[in-house]
DNA sequence: CATGGATTCTTCCGCGACAAAAGTAAGTGG
DNA sequence: CCACTTACTTTTGTCGCGGAAGAATCCATG
């Protein structure tokens, strides 16, 4: 496997902008572009021009409407080629590695999957590059690679620290890039997560909006202006200084009532199996709590109830336009949704604009595509960020 | 008193942008100017030569370090007139109205404070207008009038809805308009003491920063990229829905442990005045609480902690590079400064940046100047904002 | 089936903003 | 007196955009 011309050729920031537009917004025609980047149509035609002589965008026929009868010369909407490229990318947990590829529009193509045996980081690094190796069977024209772990992460490069990983200052990137031949982007997984949501998910256009996971821990992303907001203590443990109920139930971390031990995964199952004796997953507990077996209901309530005060009290401070909840958690929405509801509306201004919440079902292959986009960003556009 | 030109010419965006930045960041060099807005030596004399011409900047001489001995040819500093221009500032309250001129930088060179005997519209304008009158003596170039009101404007000019005042849809802007004049300026006064702080305070440069002032109630304002994010219940009860303590006081509000019921200053003498049958003024409740009496104490310790752990959330959540805190109230820093930051410590991860809490003593004459920032920002540099 | 109107896109030209380079001014230091 | 440094000005070239005119391609109408 050698390496592939990583990027483009070096765009404008016109073309940039445009490449970006059709890349999010779907076909576009030019006079779309116009109205939407507030540009003339002739500057569209200049600007058009070479992207599309460069292949990165094609001309398609007019979308499916035939019916729509319209006077004037027909459009001609613009295009990525999607399929032109394509791009893997990797969630790593602490037992297992989840692998996509996607095309450059970020749809998932390709799943595979692996076990992770070791922690060692030259062992995962192979393991990486064989699941490459299996993932590239078919999607020949890779572009790069995107790798999201949970931890704290430097230069997009670097894991600096993971805790679940036991790694300090791993060179992830580089040891994949060296066994690849691909370019490698790593990132913190909420922070990936948050920019495929802020190109191509709920976060589209939006100028501030939050992401919250739910899942072994929490995690937030906050997105102001387009850019995600960098903070020091980056999932590292957000929600366990968050204390929600002070008389709440005690946690193996030493935390009473926090939004952490009140909401996690690893949490709530913990509660139960210290009030009931008996160790359930965290899906029959949902299914338990919504048949009405007292306890598991109970436990799983406190949790709509804490979530719901977590989301108005980041409505009512970063005020978003959109809160967007992802992780393997979000079956507490299905249960304890008018909980959430509730509790959300008793921490809100009676005034206040309504909370757009907007829950995601995500299984781990989410996570992994979140990578693949910085890898889609990065690479492709050089879209150049820290 | 007839009208006065408003505003200079139109200005082209640089040189709005060259305006700003000498009238916020004081008497900088053309080449100062070209490394902060990262243009060309060329552009800048481009630039500034018709904002010379048209009397907003000026040459002056090197600043005072004389001792200073350089190389090559000295720098001509550029700085605005600032006593070219005068405004009027107005912070209206229950049962005062305090008034402030300013320079075009915003230094008050006049004060001037009247009882509010009445709340009929047309009165308080009457009021306004013979207090403009007042402050004019002596400050002929007004350029306009910007006036802060606790509660919900619309447009910058009508007041929608103000509690205190018992309005509701009160054109202001126009009534005094008509007085005096001049053009003005309404705004909330949070919101007008946000944007004097973004413009020539502690938010100048920043990209978020928020502005938390504790008073009669609490307000609450986001700036996010230099802009304020608007809310629809503003400054109508913020932290009226947010329950720090869900066991302390009963206020007469009928909220429990909110953060209004813990912080404000008239439930602060409520508390007091329910545990020991005496009424208090704030700052004598201060000094009990310094002096070790333990009612007033507790009290104010309660207080230090939910203004803490009010400040850890927003940092949290918001996530801004400074938190200014103003108003009437801050004097809880001096006595309970250390109870604030344990507090915060505690609800924050240890990982996390320390939070920059800045206390800002103010009186009401700093609200007045906020208003009159206002005043600057639209009448003289044409920024237009909702 | 020709004509005209509508709409989209292309071509071309001019304008404005900017940067880079070259020139001028005003100081310091030997 | 001359070299050197720094600040500012002038000149010139480039880039990107908007606007106008025209080409392409549809529909409607007679």
Known sequence: MTAVAASWLPLSTGERSVAIEVLVHGPLSRTDLARRLDLSAGSLTRLTKPLIESGLLVEVPEAGTSAEVRQGRPSQPLDVVAESRSFIGFKITEDMVYGVVTTLRSEIVARHDRPLVSHDPSEVADLLAEMTAELARGYPRLAGIGIGVGGFVQERAVVGESP???????????????????????????????????????????????????????????????????????????????????????????????????????????????????????????????????????????????????????????????????????????????????????????????????????????????????????????????
Do not use: C
């Not at 996971?213 to 995690?219: K, L, M, P, Y």
């Not at 005690?250 to 009532?257: K, M, Y």
């Not at 939004?259 to 199996?273: E, F, H, K, M």
């Not at 995601?360 to 990065?378: E, M, T």
């Open 164 to 386: 679940f990983l036991h790694w300090r200052d791993v060179p992830l990137g580089e040891l994949v890039e060296d066994r690849t031949g691909l370019p490698v982007v790593v990132e913190n997984d909420v922070a990936a997560l948050v920019e495929a949501e802020t190109w191509f998910g709920a976060g589209r256009g939006l100028d501030r909006f939050v992401v919250l996971t739910i899942g072994a821990g929490i995690g937030y992303g906050l997105v102001l202006g387009g850019r995600r907001v960098p903070y020091a203590e980056e999932d590292r443990g957000f929600g366990r200084h968050w204390i929600i109920d002070p008389n709440g139930p005690l946690t193996p971390d030493g935390n009473r009532g926090s939004a952490v031990s009140l909401l996690t995964i690893p949490n709530i199952r913990y509660q139960v199996q210290a009030a009931t004796g008996r160790d359930h997953t965290y899906d029959e507990i949902l299914a338990l709590a919504a048949a009405g077996d007292s306890m598991p209901a109970r436990v799983i309530d406190e949790a709509g109830r804490a979530l719901g005060v977590l989301v108005a009290q980041i409505a009512n401070f970063a005020m978003p336009q959109k809160i967007m909840l992802a992780g393997e958690g979000v079956g507490l929405m299905d249960v304890a949704g008018k909980t959430v509801e509730d509790a959300i509306r008793a921490h809100r201004h009676p005034l206040a604009s309504p909370v757009d919440l907007e829950t995601r079902v995500s299984d781990f292959h989410d996570w992994a595509r979140g990578a693949a986009v910085l890898a889609i960003q990065v690479l492709v556009l050089g879209v150049a960020e820290v």
